[in-house]
């Protein structure tokens, strides 16, 4: 019984160590993707000022079909 209890104790405190591990590592990731984030919307904000009123038309439509796509693919991810 004791060797049962010190293996879960031992089983706990990795899954903690993990679990940590794996926190820190979503929060760097996640600083990350905010900074190429924020550069990515600084840059097409630049580029959205120098288009023209058709270009803007075309990069809006392009946009909402790519939403779409990827709303599509989730609604067929959760219905599973």
């Known amino acids: 019984m004791n060797d049962?209890?010190?293996?879960?104790?031992?089983?706990?405190?990795?899954?903690a160590?993990?679990?940590e591990e794996g926190a820190t590592a979503a929060r760097r990731t996640?600083?990350?993707?905010?900074?190429?984030?924020?550069?990515?919307?600084?840059?097409?904000?630049?580029?959205?000022?120098?288009?023209d009123n058709a270009r803007r038309a075309q990069f809006v439509g392009a946009l909402l079909a790519a939403l779409a796509a990827a709303a599509?693919?989730?609604?067929?991810a959760t219905k599973k």
């Open 4 to 15: 049962l209890a010190k293996r879960a104790n031992r089983a706990g405190e990795t899954i």
């Open 17 to 19: 160590n993990l679990s």
């Open 30 to 51: 996640l600083g990350a993707v905010t900074a190429t984030s924020r550069k990515t919307i600084s840059r097409v904000q630049k580029e959205w000022d120098q288009m």
């Open 72 to 76: 599509a693919g989730v609604r067929k």
